[in-house]
């Protein structure tokens, strides 16, 4: 028995890395609920979550930003679980989960935009380790070289997707990553505990400016960014089960405590929300330049997943392509978008909600298809041979009036984005945003979607 098992797991490891778009066979789906916890559990933490849970405050007060990240947590983790779930069940990519739904051409529209969104992505996280790596090097070795550490993380997480998600889960995180990681994170969260006036930084008032749905909108944009890429890796799980429990707590969990954490570190160092101003905040309460690097590890494994799943959604496209090529051109990009950002805090807030307008209706279309309309089953037929060729574009209608619900309850995007929504919704003499924002942008946008989803689409076929 010892000599079979020994046997698996050297044919995931050298399978599973490059494996492409086709159902993945039982002989690969090794990844245990433990594996996948660890996974989803390292990926709910990191540089990037502190700082989103840092704009939370100081507009909203403690209290309420808290419970704005409770519920947006296990509203945001339950369609990223239900998505991880189809993908283990089905043994498919994200991106061809779409296929009866939209049609094989029509599944290429959700697969650019996840590559829009995943590349930025990279180029955010590579700027986050760059910017923290560099302030660290000054401190150690007196040297200012922010584009030379880029580089080194682009070479570094490049080199994670190339090994793949099981080598990345099994050999980085569960022997090594995953636990300096949370124990760094854990003694942070006590230093930061003890060293604050709580009482006080509870009772602060908000400074207002950020409705309520709107900071759960932000919270539930950090799970929602997951969603395409969650069935990339829950495809390798071992049971239905452990890869919706292990992906759900873990990943809510993560997304709770990083988030609040987030929030206090800003509200306690009375600053506005920065990546280096949190880094500075963390090196000055828990221990210095080593803190930090540990973090700088542990967001690694957010850019791997980014770039991994960016090469997998152009196979969707493109299945000849070579998968590790397509890594190597992701991470490429990634630092080169990594060397422009400038205005960090304003584009990553509207980067975050504009993540949410394109992908929570997107997946209220593919709830009412796949767990109503087809009963929680395709089967591979329905994703390869049997898939319409072209695009399916009565699914589009509940999509795009999704997306616009959305942009109408909660504008977001580029400055000429907004300006022209606002230009448009004015000729109709219509508000914006709708109901003055109150109800955020996700739930609408879901009902809507989901609703005309179940009215305009067609049951899949019978398998």
């Known amino acids: ?159 994670l997707a190339l090994a793949g998600p099981v080598f990345a889960v099994r050999r980085w995180l569960e022997r090594f990553g995953f636990w300096v990681v949370l124990g760094v994170a854990g003694w ?5 505990v003890l060293a604050g006036e709580l009482g006080a930084i509870w009772r602060q008032p908000g400074r207002g400016g950020l409705p309520f749905l709107a900071a759960v909108d932000l919270v539930i944009a950090m799970p929602i960014s997951w969603l395409p890429l969650v069935a990339d890796f829950n495809r390798f799980a071992r049971s239905e089960r452990g890869s919706f429990g292990g992906t759900f707590w873990s990943y809510a969990i993560g997304n709770v405590w990083f988030y609040g954490l987030g929030a206090l570190l800003v509200l306690a160092a009375g600053s ?46 493109a299945p000849d392509l070579s998968q590790r090529g397509l890594i190597v051109a992701v991470g490429a990009i990634g630092f080169v978008l990594a060397a422009l950002i400038r205005n960090s805090a304003a584009s990553f807030e509207s980067f975050l909600f504009l993540i949410g307008s394109v992908f929570v209706p997107l997946f209220g279309v593919f709830a009412a298809h796949y767990f109503v309309l087809g009963r929680g089953r395709y089967g591979p037929a329905a994703m390869f041979e049997d898939a319409h060729p072209g695009l399916l574009a009565r699914a589009l209608v509940p999509w795009i009036t999704g997306f616009v619900v959305y942009q109408g309850c909660l504008p977001s995007g580029p400055t000429w984005w907004v300006h022209a929504l606002g230009r448009t919704f004015d000729a109709m003499h219509m508000p914006l945003p709708l109901v003055g924002g109150s109800l955020g942008g996700s739930a609408p946008s879901f009902l809507v979607a989901f609703v005309l989803g179940l009215v305009v689409l067609r049951r899949p076929k019978e398998r």
């Open 1 to 159: 028995m010892a000599s079979v098992t020994e046997r698996l797991e050297e044919v995931l490891e050298r399978e599973a890395p490059a494996w492409g778009i086709r159902p993945v066979p039982a002989a690969l789906r090794r990844l245990s609920t433990i594996d996948l916890s660890v996974l989803w559990g390292d990926l709910s933490i990191g540089l990037l979550v502190l700082f989103s849970g840092a704009l939370l405050v100081p507009a909203l007060g403690l209290p309420t930003a808290l419970l704005a990240i409770g519920v947006g947590s296990l509203v945001g983790c339950v369609p990223l679980a239900l998505v991880g779930l189809a993908g283990a069940r089905e043994g498919v990519p994200g991106m061809v989960l779409f296929r009866p739904m939209l049609g094989l051409r029509g599944s290429f529209l959700p697969s650019a935009a996840n590559l829009v969104q995943l590349v930025g992505w990279t180029a955010f996280e590579f700027w986050a380790m760059g910017q923290v790596a560099n302030a660290v090097g000054r401190d150690l070795f007196g040297v200012d070289s922010y584009l030379l550490w880029v580089a080194v993380v682009g070479v570094v997480c490049t080199a």
């Open 188 to 192: 942070v969260s006590l230093r930061v």
């Open 272 to 317: 506005t929300p920065d990546v280096l101003d949190i880094g500075s905040r963390i090196a000055a309460l828990a221990g210095g330049a080593v803190v930090l690097l540990v973090l700088l590890v542990g967001e690694s494994d957010e850019a791997m997943a980014d770039i991994y799943s960016s090469a997998v959604s152009v196979q969707n496209i």
